[in-house]
């Protein structure tokens, strides 16, 4: 392909393909410095030094063979719509994004409109499922995904608030963009609440519709950055209303009223929580025009989103996993279990070289919903594991812990303290196989420790 047919550049150069990464540049190659960062001119050095074909660039750097472009975060999108032959053209691009939620709203929509998916639990189509690096992947993985949904009318995705402070995914436009809800997390990386918020957004500019969280105290910020809006919620003024639900410990009922008109809706999700993320998802439905009759059908057939309140063993006790790592959502998972049994052992630890403050919060939460905790590792990556349990502690004066660091022996604790009926809660990896520890991801699985332990008992 010459670089002219991507760009309005007089140039008569050739190149096979297009890389982002400078280790993988091989001879002839064309060769994107974005996202742009500190080290940028040292990437395009490396580069140049294997050989490409050309370099498109935002910085100045001295080389023939180097293109600079003003406006290259959005000349991104254009380049790879051109080199991709337009996959998302007369397609939906459903972009999900709050700090919680994320992932269930996707999986849900994933089942009710059988389509692909990209996010925390990998590229997922034709029940086949690809690992990622990250929740929203950079833009030339995100087209080689987008290329592969030929065969398909919906794509739908987690977007991060990173993914938008990093700027690697450009201006990508979406036909719909979905808001769950706002809390505190990441701000280690936005450095501020209003900043995390100001992220989340860019998603929203670049929506023809917004599905919004009537209930959030951050509706009218998210409504007015928005192109059109539609909203879900308890509140009389949202579009689709709840007006109320029941929750039991397999199932939940939830009544929503619609255009003046109201449905009761049985299905097989979990907690306060998924009356909202349910909510929501029929009301992005509604947006692409799909009767309610239908949908309410389609929702009896979804599945367990996996690692989110999997009961994955239910024999004289319930052991269930879940990727809850934030203040909220660990008080929401144990809040609602709670309810039907207060026999509850949870493990849990918090990441490494992430949002600390967090820390001290979530060991208070553990320690006042449970009977037992056993605080352990998780992705400690350059942290010492012990640390972070330390500052989790810091700040309780209860004593109804264990610290063990080993997550499958935390995890064997747990099971040797349980008696008949109790819940062992698994917090914070899901179904996740690794552990961060360092810059490596260790080959590491809470399911797989479960079992391994239950069937050498």
Same mark, same amino acid.
Not at 310 to 329: P, Q
Not at 402 to 418: G, P, Q, S, T
């Given at each position: 392909?010459?670089? +002219? ?5 007089? !140039? ?10 400078? /280790? /993988? ?8 410095? %974005? ?26 750097? !001295? ?11 959005? @000349? ?12 998302? @053209? ?23 409109? *059988? ?27 995100? %087209? @080689? ?49 209003? /900043? %995390? ?25 998210? +409504? ?7 909203? &879900? ?21 939830? *009544?929503?009223?619609?255009? /003046? ?51 994955? &063993? ?75 349990? *330390? ?9 109804? %812990? ?38 490596? +991801? ?16």
């Amino acid at each position: 392909m010459y670089l +002219k047919e991507i760009l309005p550049i007089e !140039s008569t150069l050739k190149f096979k393909r297009i890389t982002l990464n400078s /280790n /993988n540049v091989k001879k002839k190659d064309l060769f994107i410095a %974005y996202p742009p960062c500190e080290n940028t001119n040292q990437y395009i050095k490396e580069a140049l030094g294997k050989k490409c074909s050309c370099v498109i660039t935002n910085h100045n750097y !001295s080389n023939e063979l180097v293109f600079k472009r003003k406006n290259l975060e959005k @000349e991104i999108i254009d380049i790879f719509n051109v080199y991709y032959h337009y996959p998302l @053209e007369n397609k939906n691009l459903i972009g999900v994004t709050g700090t919680d939620g994320k992932t269930t709203i996707a999986s849900i929509l994933k089942d009710l409109l *059988k389509c692909p998916s990209i996010g925390t639990n990998g590229f997922q189509i034709d029940n086949n499922c690809y690992p990622l690096n990250n929740t929203t992947p950079r833009i030339d993985t995100l %087209y @080689e995904c987008f290329f592969k949904c030929k065969d398909y009318q919906n794509i739908v995705m987690e977007v991060s608030s990173e993914a938008y402070l990093t700027k690697r995914i450009g201006q990508l436009p979406f036909t719909i963009g979905i808001l769950t809800n706002i809390t505190k997390d990441h701000l280690d990386k936005h450095k501020s609440l209003k /900043n %995390y918020i100001y992220s989340k957004l860019e998603l929203f500019k670049h929506s023809k519709i917004s599905i919004l969280n009537r209930d959030s105290k951050y509706y009218n910020l998210f +409504k007015r950055n928005s192109i059109k809006s539609l909203s &879900y919620g308890f509140s009389s003024t949202s579009d689709l209303r709840i007006l109320k639900y029941k929750l039991y410990f397999d199932h939940s009922i939830i *009544k929503i009223q619609y255009q /003046n008109k109201k449905y009761t809706i049985n299905y097989p999700l979990l907690g306060k929580f998924n009356v909202y993320n349910i909510a929501c998802c029929i009301l992005t439905l509604l947006s692409l025009n799909y009767e309610i009759e239908d949908i309410i059908k389609r929702i009896s057939y979804i599945k367990p989103v996996i690692g989110r309140m999997n009961i994955i &063993y239910d024999k004289e006790f319930k052991v269930i996993l879940d990727y809850a790592h934030t203040e909220d959502s660990t008080k929401k998972v144990l809040t609602f279990f709670r309810q039907f049994n207060k026999n509850i052992i949870t493990v849990v630890g918090c990441a490494g070289d992430r949002y600390k403050e967090k820390r001290k919060k979530i060991g208070r939460i553990v320690l006042k919903y449970s009977k037992f905790v056993v605080f352990t590792s998780d992705d400690p990556r350059y942290e010492n594991p012990n640390d972070i349990i *330390k500052e989790m502690i810091s700040n309780s004066k209860k004593k109804n %812990y264990f610290v063990i660091e080993n997550r499958k022996l935390a995890i064997k604790k747990a099971i040797n303290l349980c008696k008949k009926d109790f819940i062992i809660l698994i917090l914070g990896k899901g179904m996740d196989n690794y552990m961060a520890i360092e810059n490596k +991801k260790v080959p590491y699985s809470d399911f797989d420790s479960v079992f391994d332990i239950l069937d050498n008992i």
